[in-house]
């Protein structure tokens, strides 16, 4: 047992990555990660030809079955950030942060279904082939390959990758929220595209804003509130933490194209705020 918890743990920060990308939860991420492992100590190892890909079947089996129990209960669970230091990444979420996994992109994956979510996750991000991902989510391998197809598309119809370094996402955050601290309305627009998006949780569903204009005039009325900003790394990207009289009130990231905002995403869930550390950003 103690060599096969070894060459468990020799997995456990992958399957983690697995699950977070899957769940976009630290928290449930953990928790499919801990059921993986009682279902090997419960098997016959010893007849596993691949222990990586046995493990990486069985949490995406359970990763998904968590994600069908969401939807059978109606609920909307927006993305868990990993927030950082401005100043540079905590080790331990590095492996989690790996191909650009930033907040725009768990937003987007939160759209799809829960086949579409599993299968763009495996194959496109940790090269699982489809003949594998098919019996997890009952599928022939094509219609797996459908399934990944259908996500992507999704994907790379929003923007979720920076192209601009950490230093100019954070020029560019501090020159918006100094237009809208301002009420500079022009000031807001030439930092924005003008086909921006604005993403932010509902009670229901996600919340779309598109549009320059619409989000600079957003931006002015949320200045008048008073939050007080704390710069932050939101996923490995440029980000803030708001407060509202010292307790939070939303976490902001960004997404940078040729010097202008093409997206920002809120979350704002008080539930989700309050599971938060936030003395990672204590100086």
């Known amino acids: 047992m103690d060599e096969l918890a070894q060459r468990f743990d020799e997995q456990r920060t992958r399957l983690r990555a697995v699950a977070y990308r899957i769940l976009g939860s630290l928290s449930e991420a953990d928790d499919a990660v801990q059921e993986a492992w009682l279902r090997l100590s419960r098997s016959d190892a010893g007849a596993i030809d691949s222990l990586e890909a ?42 989690l942060l790996a191909d650009s996994v930033g907040l725009a992109l768990l937003v987007v994956l939160e759209t799809l279904s829960p086949p579409e979510r599993l299968a763009f996750v495996l194959h496109d991000m940790f090269a699982v082939p489809f003949d594998e991902i098919a019996p ?50 022009e000031a807001l627009l030439e930092v924005l595209d003008p086909d921006v998006v604005l993403r932010t949780d509902g009670p229901a569903a996600l919340r779309v804003v598109r549009g320059a204009e619409t989000v600079a005039r957003q931006a002015r009325s949320y200045s008048q509130l008073g939050l007080v900003m704390r710069p932050a790394l939101v996923n490995g990207a440029a980000g803030a933490v708001t407060l509202l009289d010292g307790k939070p009130f939303s976490v902001a990231a960004v997404t940078i ?27």
Do not use: K
């Open 54 to 95: 046995w493990l990486t079947t069985v949490v995406g089996r359970i990763s998904l079955n968590m994600l069908r129990a969401r939807r059978t209960r109606r609920e909307v669970q927006m993305p868990e950030p990993i927030l950082d230091h401005a100043g540079g990444i905590d080790p331990e979420h590095e492996a």
């Open 136 to 185: 997890i989510v009952d599928r022939s391998p094509e219609a797996a390959r459908q399934l990944a197809s259908r996500a992507r598309r999704r994907v790379q119809g929003e923007h979720t990758v920076s192209d601009a370094g950490v230093e100019t996402q954070r020029e560019l955050i501090d020159a918006f929220l100094t237009a809208a601290r301002d009420g500079d309305f």
């Open 257 to 283: 194209r040729n010097r202008r905002i093409v997206a920002m995403d809120f979350l704002a869930d008080p539930e989700l705020l309050a599971r938060l550390d936030l003395t990672v950003l204590d100086d």
